[in-house]
């Protein structure tokens, strides 16, 4: 069974700074396309940012040059670290292998307010 555990949320100030980790199980993760996505309650998910098996992230607009996506196969974790958050980026981020109907994690809970 695949399971995401995804890790890292909180409460921040404007322009601070997060590490958000998911650890996946019960998949191959070195050959698959990985992705952090946002929800705010009552919206769409939203692609956040992917990173392919090997090589460069790809950035939705609204985070480029904030948010850096990475991941260690040897461990099957993909992170997200977001820097200069903005309250806009509040939402809850779960991570999931991209374009597959793998069930959801619970996520964490992220929060950018003074």
């Known amino acids: 069974q695949v399971q995401f555990v995804e890790s890292g949320g909180g409460l921040v100030q404007p322009g601070g700074s997060l590490r958000l980790s998911c650890a996946a199980s019960?998949?191959?993760?070195?050959?698959?396309?990985m992705a952090w996505y946002r929800q705010v309650p009552g919206n769409t998910r939203e692609l956040v940012a992917r990173?392919?098996?090997?090589?460069?992230?790809y950035y939705v607009d609204s985070v480029k040059g904030r948010f850096t996506i990475s991941r260690d196969n040897s461990k099957n974790t993909v992170y997200l670290e977001m820097n200069s958050l903005k309250p806009e980026d509040t939402a809850f981020y779960y991570c999931n292998v991209v374009g597959s109907l793998y069930s959801w994690g619970q996520g964490t809970q992220v929060t950018v307010s003074s």
């Open positions: 019960g998949m191959l993760f070195r050959s698959a396309q």
């Open positions: 990173i392919p098996p090997f090589g460069q992230g």
